[in-house]
């Protein structure tokens, strides 16, 4: 149905936000407090205690150590953190969810040691039955996955690429000042110290070190104070086979020119394709010459301007942007010329002076590269957070690629045991978007159907569980040969020349394509709400397509290729925006929401309804796992005089679990993007009015500031009646103020 009504921004009350209301209760038992989990927990203390009696004696109590506090499964919730047992403000960091750095002194652990033996109060013996185990850090557990493979075979080649990180004692400048003198003491002693160099971008602090042999590995483990032994990883043009395609001559397509600018950072687009120079406004190179390599960022460029003509996808009508080259990626095809590669430090400096120079005008980022080993494992990684943090840090929004994989099977996949499949870094990264590749083309012997995800496409989830990637889009597909002739989508190469190639390298750009159409519409510029408006059009347009086993690759969906029916609403489909802040100890209840009469028949309430909710949560990467510290809510659904309220939303996976790692693992606790869905085909029982309720949650009881959400509600007639009026009226008849969601389109309309 034809969509030509405005969206529409919905304004709470007065009386909307209200108080939280207050929880509380007695300490809760995991198990029968007895003797033997007594012994436990204080033979793990001692244990501990005598695991660094040495480095108390050597730095004089001076300077804290660190150890790992394991929870019961069941007991993760901050509730439960062991607080009369181990003292407040004790917990610094997170492993895994279940898994919490603690900070201790010769001081501490002893009175935690004195607690645990005379656990005279409720309080303390419950505490102790939610502790799982409390171990010392090992050398062993520090020296990363990727290291340890590369010190079996091509070790010498990152000799001068080694990566630490220290523990950040909860930001105590005084107490990091310490660990950091006394690493710095211990790396003299080993003749290491010289070869130290600082890499600080963003607000990442981790050093680049130059070893001499494998055995310096295991040395630098088994420092006090080193939270991570790494590499910096290295980042190259992804592979790129093309198949060349005989294809009519671009012509005067029908488009609208626009001044959004898309920054490109790749491996340039080169000046010698006629058909992209124009666009490009501005050019910054870091490649060297004979290193340079405009195929792959060509072939990007091209998908942006021209990707739905090359590959005959409709489109009512296209548009024009502006283009940044940011030239970083060097060559690494040796028929090309020479080649290299970028360290991850490296790029993170070109990134970060490239934001310095452009981010304040240049808002839309694309970022498809390729790289080696660091595929996601739940926590952060270094890149991730540092993208994470220019994005915050500029304003500005990345669209990231999952990454490839070779994997010559025919879809559906079974995910990899070794998760060698997941998303590979930045797509980790919680404030970009994530995208994975769906096949456009299909023949009788490829591995995919059309829109069947790619079978090189990597799987999330992302850090904590969260959903990555978080939508798809077309970029190809190939045969069990891996052939990709017919299969693949068309693009331009540097030269001009239509070419045939296949990657999430060229379904990200097509994605944020979509994503720089709704920005570049919207009156008011907002990334967050652009954002929310593409996620929640994929989750709408692919409702039909996806089953929940195909999460893990196609993450939300597809958005639809047309804008304009992403901005606006038909008669029987209306959308409405939340769009606003919540503070701390504050809730969003709106009492008596009108739903649309027309759906209400023989005492049921009928029709069919989609929530998606995104918000940018607070970020700290000391607590790896649980890496987002704040987490909002939302349920919708009608009240009942003989009932309690709870919601009639379904969120994408099950959160109906008990303990809180399962609530994280499959419930989307903590999740910046959170989708829900109902369809209320059969009817659910009238009410006495509908209830819409924001909840907002921090870890560990720490005060954070307020939080922008963007909630959008979808509310859907599968009969195609009108609704729309009857939801306007209502709005107004409950008094609610609301304003259209103003877009471009309209306003040349009414000019």
Same mark, same amino acid.
């Given at each position: 149905?034809?969509?030509?009504?405005?969206?529409?921004?919905?304004?709470?009350?007065?009386?909307?936000?209200?108080?939280?209301?207050?929880?509380?209760?007695?300490?809760?038992?995991?198990?029968?407090?007895?003797?033997?989990?007594?012994?436990?927990?204080?033979?793990?203390?001692?244990?501990?205690?005598?695991?660094?009696?040495?480095?108390?004696?050597?730095?004089?109590?001076?300077?804290?150590?660190?150890?790992?506090?394991?929870?019961?499964?069941?007991?993760?919730?901050?509730?439960?953190?062991?607080?009369?047992?181990?003292?407040?403000?004790?917990? /610094?960091?997170?492993?895994?969810?279940?898994?919490?750095?603690?900070?201790?002194?010769?001081?501490?652990?002893? *009175?935690?040691?004195?607690?645990?033996?005379?656990?005279?109060?409720?309080?303390?013996?419950?505490?102790?039955?939610?502790?799982?185990?409390?171990?010392?850090?090992?050398?062993?557990?520090?020296?990363?996955?990727?290291?340890?493979? /590369?010190?079996?075979?091509?070790?010498?080649?990152?000799?001068?690429?080694?990566?630490?990180?220290?523990?950040?004692?909860?930001?105590?400048?005084?107490?990091?000042?310490?660990?950091?003198?006394?690493?710095?003491?211990? $790396?003299?002693?080993?003749?290491?110290?010289?070869?130290?160099?600082?890499?600080?971008?963003?607000?990442?602090?981790?050093?680049?070190?130059?070893?001499?042999?494998?055995?310096?590995? $295991?040395?630098?483990?088994?420092?006090?104070?080193?939270?991570?032994?790494?590499?910096?990883?290295?980042?190259?043009?992804?592979?790129?086979?093309?198949?060349?395609?005989?294809? *009519?001559?671009?012509?005067?397509?029908?488009?609208?020119?626009?001044?959004?600018?898309?920054?490109?950072?790749?491996? +340039?687009?080169?000046?010698?394709?006629?058909?992209?120079?124009?666009?490009?406004?501005?050019?910054?190179? @870091?490649? &060297?010459?004979? @290193?340079?390599?405009?195929?792959?960022?060509?072939?990007?460029?091209?998908?942006?301007?021209?990707?739905?003509?090359?590959?005959?996808?409709?489109?009512?009508?296209?548009?024009?942007?502006?283009?940044?080259?940011?030239?970083?990626?060097?060559?690494?095809?040796?028929?090309?010329?020479?080649?290299?590669?970028?360290?991850?430090?490296?790029?993170? *400096?070109?990134?970060?002076?490239?934001?310095?120079?452009?981010?304040?005008?240049?808002?839309?980022?694309?970022?498809?590269? +390729?790289?080696?080993?660091?595929?996601?494992?739940?926590?952060?990684?270094?890149?991730?957070?540092?993208?994470?943090?220019?994005?915050?840090?500029?304003?500005?929004?990345?669209?990231?690629?999952?990454?490839?994989?070779?994997?010559?099977?025919?879809?559906?996949?079974?995910?990899?045991?070794?998760?060698?499949?997941?998303?590979?870094?930045?797509?980790?990264?919680?404030? &970009?978007?994530?995208?994975?590749?769906? &096949?456009?083309?299909?023949?009788?012997?490829?591995?995919?159907?059309?829109?069947?995800?790619?079978?090189?496409?990597?799987?999330?989830?992302?850090?904590?569980?969260?959903?990555?990637?978080?939508?798809?889009?077309?970029?190809?597909?190939?045969?069990?040969?891996? !052939?990709?002739?017919?299969?693949?989508?068309?693009?331009?190469?540097?030269?001009?020349?239509?070419?045939?190639?296949?990657?999430?390298?060229?379904?990200?750009?097509?994605?944020?394509?979509?994503?720089?159409?709704?920005?570049?519409?919207?009156?008011?510029?907002?990334?967050?709400?652009?954002?929310?408006?593409?996620?929640?059009?994929?989750?709408?347009?692919?409702?039909?397509?996806?089953?929940?086993?195909?999460?893990?690759?196609?993450?939300?969906?597809?958005?639809?290729?047309?804008?304009?029916?992403?901005?606006?609403?038909?008669?029987?489909?209306?959308?409405?925006?939340?769009?606003? +802040?919540?503070?701390?100890?504050?809730?969003?209840?709106?009492?008596?929401?009108?739903?649309?009469?027309?759906?209400?028949?023989?005492?049921?309430?009928?029709?069919?309804?989609?929530?998606?909710?995104?918000? !940018?949560?607070? $970020?700290?990467?000391?607590?790896?796992?649980?890496?987002?510290?704040?987490?909002?809510?939302?349920?919708?659904?009608?009240?009942?005089?003989?009932?309690?309220?709870?919601?009639?939303?379904?969120?994408?996976?099950?959160?109906?679990?008990?303990?809180?790692?399962?609530?994280?693992?499959?419930?989307?606790?903590?999740?910046?993007?959170?989708?829900?869905?109902?369809?209320?085909?059969?009817?659910?029982?009238? +009410?006495?009015?509908?209830?819409?309720?924001?909840?907002?949650?921090?870890?560990?009881?720490?005060?954070?500031?307020?939080?922008?959400?963007?909630?959008?509600?979808?509310?859907?007639?599968?009969?195609?009646?009108?609704?729309?009026?009857?939801? /306007?009226?209502?709005?107004?008849?409950?008094?609610?103020?609301?304003?259209?969601? *103003?877009?471009?389109?309209?306003?040349?309309?009414?000019?």
């Amino acid at each position: 149905m034809n969509k030509n009504l405005p969206i529409k921004i919905v304004l709470p009350r007065k009386d909307d936000v209200k108080n939280i209301r207050a929880g509380g209760g007695p300490k809760k038992f995991f198990c029968t407090f007895n003797a033997e989990v007594q012994k436990h927990v204080v033979n793990s203390l001692k244990s501990v205690n005598d695991y660094y009696e040495d480095f108390f004696l050597e730095t004089h109590n001076a300077i804290p150590a660190t150890a790992l506090l394991i929870m019961k499964d069941e007991a993760c919730a901050k509730s439960h953190t062991p607080d009369s047992l181990l003292g407040k403000n004790i917990i /610094i960091g997170a492993k895994d969810i279940n898994q919490f750095y603690i900070k201790i002194s010769k001081e501490s652990i002893g *009175e935690s040691i004195f607690r645990a033996i005379k656990a005279e109060t409720d309080s303390v013996q419950a505490n102790m039955t939610a502790v799982q185990n409390i171990v010392p850090i090992e050398p062993d557990s520090k020296i990363s996955a990727f290291l340890k493979q /590369i010190l079996q075979k091509d070790f010498e080649i990152y000799k001068k690429k080694i990566k630490i990180k220290l523990f950040d004692f909860d930001g105590d400048d005084d107490t990091n000042a310490r660990v950091q003198q006394y690493v710095f003491r211990k $790396l003299k002693e080993l003749d290491l110290l010289e070869k130290l160099q600082p890499i600080y971008h963003g607000d990442s602090k981790l050093y680049k070190l130059e070893v001499q042999n494998k055995a310096d590995i $295991l040395k630098l483990s088994k420092i006090v104070g080193i939270q991570t032994v790494d590499v910096f990883y290295q980042y190259a043009l992804p592979a790129f086979s093309t198949e060349k395609i005989n294809f *009519e001559h671009l012509d005067s397509i029908p488009h609208i020119d626009s001044d959004t600018i898309i920054g490109i950072i790749d491996g +340039g687009i080169g000046d010698k394709n006629k058909a992209l120079k124009p666009y490009i406004v501005n050019k910054k190179t @870091y490649v &060297a010459d004979g @290193y340079k390599n405009n195929l792959h960022g060509a072939f990007i460029a091209s998908t942006i301007l021209y990707g739905n003509y090359l590959n005959t996808i409709a489109e009512s009508k296209s548009k024009r942007f502006k283009l940044l080259d940011i030239e970083a990626l060097p060559n690494n095809d040796p028929i090309i010329g020479f080649t290299d590669s970028i360290s991850e430090d490296e790029l993170m *400096e070109v990134i970060e002076n490239t934001l310095k120079e452009f981010g304040g005008i240049v808002k839309l980022w694309n970022l498809s590269i +390729g790289m080696d080993g660091c595929f996601c494992n739940g926590e952060i990684s270094d890149f991730g957070h540092f993208l994470d943090c220019m994005q915050d840090t500029y304003g500005v929004q990345f669209f990231v690629s999952a990454g490839n994989v070779r994997r010559l099977e025919k879809w559906p996949l079974v995910p990899s045991l070794d998760d060698s499949d997941r998303i590979i870094s930045p797509a980790d990264s919680v404030r &970009a978007v994530t995208v994975g590749s769906l &096949a456009y083309r299909d023949s009788e012997n490829s591995l995919s159907k059309k829109n069947e995800p790619s079978t090189f496409s990597r799987r999330g989830p992302g850090v904590g569980f969260t959903v990555k990637p978080e939508i798809v889009d077309y970029g190809g597909n190939w045969d069990n040969s891996g !052939n990709i002739k017919q299969l693949g989508m068309l693009g331009m190469s540097d030269n001009g020349e239509v070419v045939e190639n296949i990657g999430t390298s060229f379904a990200t750009p097509r994605a944020l394509y979509k994503y720089a159409c709704i920005y570049d519409e919207l009156v008011e510029k907002d990334l967050l709400l652009s954002k929310a408006l593409l996620i929640h059009s994929a989750r709408i347009n692919s409702r039909k397509i996806f089953d929940k086993q195909n999460k893990l690759y196609v993450g939300y969906g597809l958005p639809p290729n047309d804008y304009q029916n992403i901005l606006q609403s038909s008669i029987d489909e209306v959308t409405v925006v939340f769009k606003q +802040g919540i503070k701390q100890g504050k809730m969003l209840e709106m009492i008596d929401f009108p739903y649309p009469k027309s759906l209400i028949r023989d005492g049921k309430y009928y029709g069919e309804i989609f929530m998606t909710l995104v918000y !940018n949560p607070v $970020l700290d990467k000391n607590f790896g796992v649980n890496y987002c510290r704040s987490n909002i809510d939302a349920s919708f659904g009608p009240m009942y005089s003989n009932k309690k309220y709870s919601s009639a939303m379904i969120l994408e996976k099950n959160s109906d679990f008990a303990f809180e790692k399962e609530r994280v693992k499959n419930g989307l606790k903590w999740a910046p993007v959170k989708s829900y869905y109902r369809n209320f085909s059969k009817g659910i029982e009238v +009410g006495t009015g509908w209830k819409l309720e924001i909840n907002r949650l921090t870890r560990y009881d720490v005060v954070l500031p307020e939080q922008e959400f963007i909630l959008l509600l979808t509310i859907r007639d599968p009969n195609g009646n009108d609704i729309y009026s009857d939801m /306007i009226n209502g709005l107004r008849e409950k008094s609610f103020v609301t304003t259209n969601l *103003e877009i471009r389109s309209q306003v040349r309309q009414r000019q």
